[in-house]
């Protein structure tokens, strides 16, 4: 069945430190992957997404992600994280049918 | 352009009272989505409407129904609700097509007594 994991459901990194949130997927055909970002009490806003092309995708805040097929991983990284990055972080994917499937999500505390 | 908008913000039902949550998109997104988010379950599927006319269930539809009034308005109804049906109910919209991400509501919080 197809399903998005995020092994990691809590993450504490001091400000200034890198960061890399892990993301696998399943799903035979090459997939459309997304990071979404949900600040407490709001919605879920866009990070970054992958469809074709070039395997290390930019997003906003200064995040990136790189799509690997081998490892059917799509990780989400930043080199300095910024208190205001403490968030809960989701990725995701959609099938043929216009169905998304979200990861559990994995909650991000910055330490200052 | 307001996006996807969700009416209302908050609400709080006793057992077996009925309610509707509304959810409306400007964007002309042909597909429109409903979710529930619980503590430590990311978010579960209601319903999706992928294109006006058309619904389908999504992972977790059992007591809630749901109604494509138009392109732009998909709302959710809860019958007799229950206490099962505490949570954070998302709605989103997308244009169709692989690549396109969804664009999502604020939320409605939703405490059933």
């Known amino acids: 069945a197809q399903s998005v994991t995020q092994p990691d459901i809590h993450i504490t990194v001091s400000e200034g430190a890198s960061l890399e949130l892990r993301c696998n997927y399943s799903y035979g055909a090459t997939p459309y992957l997304f990071w979404y970002v949900q600040s407490p009490g709001q919605g879920l806003q866009l990070l970054l997404k992958?469809?074709?092309?070039?395997?290390l995708v930019q997003g906003i805040k200064g995040f990136e992600a790189e799509f690997k097929r081998s490892q059917s991983s799509f990780n989400l990284r930043k080199p300095s994280v910024h208190w205001s990055d403490a968030a809960e972080y989701f990725c995701a994917h959609p099938n043929n049918f216009n169905k998304f499937y979200f990861g559990s999500g994995t909650k991000l505390n910055v330490k200052p | 352009n307001a996006g996807v908008t969700q009416t209302p913000k908050f609400q709080v039902l006793k057992t077996g009272q009925s309610m509707t949550l509304q959810c409306a998109q400007d964007?002309?997104?042909?597909?429109m989505y409903w979710y529930r988010q619980d503590p430590g379950m990311g978010l579960r599927l209601i319903y999706y409407?992928?294109?006006?006319?058309?619904?389908d269930k999504g992972e977790v539809p059992n007591g809630y129904n749901v109604s494509r009034l138009n392109k732009r308005e998909f709302s959710l109804r809860l019958e007799s609700a229950a206490p099962s049906q505490t949570s954070v109910y998302f709605c989103?919209?997308?244009?169709?097509?692989?690549?396109?991400?969804?664009?999502f509501g604020p939320g409605t919080r939703l405490t059933v007594l």
């Open positions: 989103a919209s997308r244009l169709a097509g692989g690549g396109n991400e969804q664009f």
């Open positions: 992958y469809f074709s092309g070039d395997t």
């Open positions: 409407s992928a294109s006006e006319g058309t619904t």
């Open positions: 964007m002309n997104h042909n597909s």
